[in-house]
């Protein structure tokens, strides 16, 4: 592979892009989960069918998410899904039949890097797309000389085993000039944690403000020695504009050995579901693991700090990190870490087991609360949080954690949470092996500002690897529903008002076990799963 970098082209903006119904990443930039321009309401289940299923190579495992679009010039919806063995596809939405399909360099091996959750690991991340320009952005992993592995562990850890972010014209998948880019180098915050693509993995689904396109990498099973990286990269340029390490000097002093494990941990995973944006003010939440040291917060004997004075270590913390939309600069801005973190590093309970949500602005806020995040833990923990104000350390009563509400678990949160902000405002999640539940919004009595009590759940219990994802029909109260992409009940969905302290489950196509830390993807009045290999299209009539 030629790294070519053709820098300074301007990309063509584009005037017809994209429809209303299309969906170009995962969910939404907020990572609200409230999606209601897809054209689906609980009376048009009734009509949905199994419309296509399709199969793909033999040990091709569907890690990142499809994503929904209509290229400009055309009234054709595709699907576009990356693979495991670093092939990207694009899919007519009505038929099922491959339109394009490009192969980039092997993917890397699984066994180069003592985990083996998939075969390869190629493409993991779900991307995102520009809809100015038809430019599809997402990151691949294979060998520097191109050929499939094994090429050994110790290569992987080396410049052997390379990280690439690509950017692809859609629908006809050419490679976009200046790209792809090569992710390696020192951390901007740290010149002496460097990325090495061998020992780092890119799992959660991407972000995009301004020129930016905004990535986070986590390890690979916690193996070997990595610290939690957010990466910007220039959509313009294709240029790598910066890399800020989670754990850093001098809380997390340098780990030369690469193969001990002690690089600092923190990474960025949040079981694939996307980087969080609010995209009017450049900043974008997060969500990090567990750490190998209890850093510059010293623990449990540690002493309260706020959360806008940046620290060193960022281990299982929820981070707000500001994104210059010009430059792709990255700013530490806020911090939130809980109390225990140091007892929950020793639990292997860490906090990047889910993502950030960001709540609507209008619905959700009160009290001087202008804006909530929520994010659950292994531990089986919910924290609702003031995104403008997220809590530091320690900041609390009697040095407790400084947060709007805390909702407590027995189970572990391996997904995110959806949110509904019509008839009153809720918010679902669920625990592994747990009912999923709907929690609605009940302010504060004496603050005003948000809070949510139990308002119902499922009659069954579902597997959840998967985060809640909420449709209506163009916004009308009445026509909510909550779906999951469920690991043990396939595709489902509910009511989204609970009656009777009861989330009222709809009936749709059967589809089977579906992917883990997988949401269902949604077009025109259709939604779209994955299992193993395959790639399975559920829905009725485009309206």
């Known amino acids: 592979m030629k790294l070519l970098h053709f820098l300074g082209l301007a990309l063509p903006v584009l005037v017809n892009a994209y429809e209303s119904t299309d969906e170009p990443q995962s969910a939404d930039p907020p990572q609200s989960g409230y999606l209601p321009n897809h054209n689906i309401a609980p009376s048009l289940l009734t009509s949905y069918t199994?419309?296509?299923?399709?199969?793909?190579?033999?040990?091709?495992?569907?890690?990142?998410?499809?994503?929904?679009?209509?290229?400009?010039?055309?009234?054709?919806?595709?699907?576009?899904?990356?693979?495991?063995?670093?092939?990207?596809?694009?899919?007519?939405?009505?038929t099922g039949a491959i339109i394009a399909s490009k192969t980039l360099d092997a993917a890397y091996l699984s066994s180069d890097s003592n985990c083996n959750d998939g075969a390869t690991v190629g493409i993991t991340g779900t991307p995102v797309i520009d809809n100015t320009t038809d430019i599809m952005y997402f990151f691949a992993k294979g060998y520097f000389n191109g050929l499939p592995g094994p090429q050994g562990v110790s290569n992987g850890l080396t410049?052997?085993?390379?990280?690439?972010?690509?950017?692809?014209h859609l629908p006809d998948l050419a490679v976009v000039p200046g790209f792809p880019t090569l992710i390696q180098g020192p951390a901007?915050?740290?010149?002496?944690?460097?990325?090495?693509?061998?020992e780092i993995l890119?799992?959660?689904?991407?972000?995009?403000?301004?020129d930016s396109i905004i990535a986070g990498f986590g390890g690979h099973c916690d193996s070997m020695n990595y610290t939690g990286v957010l990466v910007t990269v220039s959509k313009s340029t294709g240029a790598l504009t910066d890399m800020y390490a989670m754990m850093a000097s001098p809380g997390s002093p340098e780990a030369p050995n690469l193969l001990t494990g002690k690089g600092g941990k923190a990474g960025i995973w949040q079981s694939g579901m996307a980087i969080a944006a609010d995209v009017p003010n450049n900043r974008v939440f997060f969500a990090t693991g567990n750490s190998?040291?209890?850093?510059?917060?010293?623990?449990?004997?540690?002493?309260?700090?706020p959360g806008k004075v940046p620290i060193s270590t960022l281990g299982q913390a929820i981070v707000n990190m500001g994104v210059d939309p010009v430059t792709g600069k990255l700013t530490q801005q806020d911090f939130f870490v809980p109390v225990g973190y140091a007892k929950l590093n020793g639990g292997d309970k860490d906090f990047s087991s889910s993502g950030v949500t960001l709540l609507d602005p209008v619905t959700f806020s009160g009290g001087g609360t202008n804006r909530v995040a929520v994010a659950g833990s292994k531990v089986g923990t919910i924290y609702v949080l003031d995104a403008d104000n997220l809590g530091g350390y320690m900041n609390g009563p009697g040095k407790t954690d400084a947060l709007l509400q805390e909702i407590v678990f027995k189970g572990s949160f391996y997904s995110g949470v959806g949110s509904y902000p019509l008839e009153g405002g809720y918010i679902y999640f669920c625990t592994t092996g747990a009912p999923l539940q709907a929690w609605k919004l009940q302010p504060?009595?004496?603050t005003g500002k948000p809070a949510f009590v139990f308002a119902g759940q499922s009659a069954?219990?579902?597997?959840?690897?998967?985060?809640?994802?909420?449709?209506?029909?163009?916004g009308t109260p009445g026509t909510g529903i909550v779906w999951l992409s469920d690991s043990s009940k396939g595709l489902i969905a509910f009511n989204a008002v609970p009656t009777g302290n009861v989330l009222t489950q709809l009936t749709v196509p059967g589809s089977g076990g579906l992917t883990k830390f997988h949401r269902p993807v949604f077009g025109n009045n259709k939604a779209y799963v994955t299992t193993s290999n395959h790639l399975i299209a559920i829905g009725g009539t485009p309206q």
């Open 292 to 305: 190998d040291t209890n850093g510059d917060l010293g623990g449990l004997t540690g002493t309260p700090h």
């Open 50 to 94: 199994k419309k296509w299923n399709a199969k793909f190579n033999n040990k091709e495992d569907l890690f990142s998410m499809p994503v929904v679009y209509t290229p400009s010039g055309s009234t054709t919806e595709v699907v576009i899904i990356g693979s495991i063995q670093n092939i990207v596809r694009v899919i007519n939405s009505s």
């Open 460 to 474: 069954a219990s579902v597997g959840c690897h998967g985060t809640p994802t909420v449709t209506s029909q163009n």
């Open 444 to 446: 504060n009595a004496t």
């Open 159 to 168: 410049a052997q085993s390379p990280t690439f972010a690509w950017a692809l």
């Open 188 to 198: 901007s915050n740290d010149a002496t944690k460097y990325f090495i693509g061998g």
């Open 202 to 210: 890119q799992r959660p689904g991407l972000a995009m403000i301004g």
